[in-house]
C-alpha cells in the first residue's frame, strides 16, 4: 500500500496532523494543571480540592483548539486516503496535504496565541480549499461508475 507514492505522501501529513493534534491535546492537560481549572471533581481534589473543579478562558481555549482540530481534521482523514485511491498526481495532491497541514498548523497557532481576526478564519477557510477539491475530485471519479 505505501507503494502509491500519493498513499505515502497522505500518510506522512495525515500522521504529523494527528501528532499536532496530541500536542493541543497536551498543551490542554497543562493548561489546566497550570491554571488549577480542572473538569472533573475528583481532579479538583487530587490538586487541591473543589473550589478548582471550574472553567477557565485559557483552558477553554486550548479545548476549542483541540476540538475543532477533531472537527475539521477528522475529515481530512478520510477524504485523503479515499482520494489517495483515485489515482490524482503527486504533485497535486501534495498541494492538497501541505495547503492543508499548514492551514491547519496557523489555525492552532492563531487559536492557541488568539491572534487577530479574520487569521483563524482564513487559515480555517485556506484549508476548506483543498477538502472541497478532493470531494469533488472523488465525487467525479465515482459518479463516472455509477
Do not use: W
Not at 19 to 45: C, H
Not at 99 to 123: D, E, I
Not at 131 to 139: I, K, T
Amino acid at each position: 500500500m505505501l507503494l502509491n507514492t500519493v498513499f505515502s505522501c497522505f500518510v506522512f501529513y495525515g500522521v504529523l496532523l494527528v501528532l499536532k493534534m496530541y500536542i493541543i491535546a497536551t498543551i490542554t492537560g497543562q493548561m489546566r494543571l497550570r491554571k488549577k481549572a480542572f473538569a472533573n471533581p475528583e481532579d479538583a481534589l487530587r490538586h487541591g480540592g473543589l473550589d478548582h473543579f471550574r472553567k477557565d478562558p485559557d483552558v477553554e481555549r486550548c479545548r476549542r483548539a483541540h476540538r475543532n482540530d477533531m472537527e475539521n481534521i477528522l475529515p481530512f482523514l478520510f477524504l485523503g486516503a479515499v482520494y489517495s485511491l483515485i489515482s490524482p498526481s503527486l504533485s497535486l495532491a501534495r498541494c492538497h496535504f501541505l495547503v492543508f497541514f499548514v492551514s491547519r498548523l496557523v489555525h492552532s497557532m492563531a487559536y492557541l496565541c488568539a491572534l487577530p481576526a479574520p487569521t483563524r478564519s482564513l487559515a480555517y477557510v485556506v484549508a476548506q480549499v483543498p477538502c472541497v477539491s478532493m470531494a469533488v475530485q472523488v465525487l467525479m471519479v465515482v459518479a463516472s461508475y455509477a
